[in-house]
């Protein structure tokens, strides 16, 4: 990293820090290490918590239909332009997770019941997401309600995941499916056959 870009990015975080300020008057637990651009919308910001130095890029969108429902993001959480999280539920983000742009992670749906007006009349359901420590989000991921992605998991970019994913293991395609699981005798991800 070059010197410029370093100074560039605590120029950021000091010309973003008003507006972490105003988020915790308005309820957010979120510490002042954590960086986030005045382009992000927040609902029921007394329902989030950020941990320490997390860092989101442009046009974040964070939304928490109930007071029941909480989104939970550890330490040092990465996420790119356009990051969306829908929460009715629990939504739970661990420690050193990455998320690269245009990443959408939901707890939340509409009932299908075919017999309302619209569908948007159906309750919310929620089914809990639990992203683990140190996961890798590629660009373009979808991320449904009731998954679990295990610690150290990468998913590749443009993936839907719609079932769990274990510890230390990569999965891609729509629906997301494993391909590769890490090694530790020998060091290295191996593909699954």
């Given at each position: 990293m070059s010197k410029s870009n370093g100074v560039g990015r605590k120029i950021r975080?000091?010309?973003r820090l008003p507006y972490i300020f105003f988020l915790k008057i308005n309820g957010m637990k979120i510490k002042l290490t954590s960086?986030?651009?005045?382009?992000?919308?927040?609902?029921?910001?007394k329902r989030i918590e950020i941990g320490k130095h997390c860092n989101f890029d442009q046009r974040t969108i964070m939304r928490v239909f109930d007071n029941n429902s909480r989104i939970t993001i550890g330490n040092n959480f990465c996420g790119g332009n356009d990051l969306k999280?829908?929460?009715?539920?629990?939504?739970?983000?661990?420690?050193?997770?990455?998320?690269?742009?245009?990443?959408?992670?939901?707890?939340?749906?509409?009932?299908?019941?075919?017999?309302?007006?619209?569908?948007?009349?159906n309750k919310l359901e929620s089914s809990n997401v639990i992203i683990d420590d140190g996961v890798w989000i590629g660009e373009k991921v979808i991320i449904l309600p009731g998954v679990s992605i295990g610690k150290k998991s990468v998913i590749g970019a443009g993936s839907v995941v719609t079932k769990n994913i274990p510890p230390y293991c990569v999965a891609v395609g729509n629906p997301a499916?494993?391909?590769?699981?890490?090694?530790?005798?020998?060091?290295?991800?191996?593909?699954?056959?």
């Open positions: 975080k000091v010309i960086s986030m651009p005045i382009s992000t919308i927040i609902e029921n910001p999280i829908l929460c009715c539920g629990t939504v739970k983000v661990g420690n050193d997770v990455t998320c690269a742009g245009n990443v959408f992670i939901t707890s939340e749906n509409h009932g299908l019941n075919p017999k309302t007006k619209s569908f948007n009349d499916r494993i391909i590769k699981k890490y090694d530790f005798k020998e060091n290295r991800y191996k593909s699954i056959k």
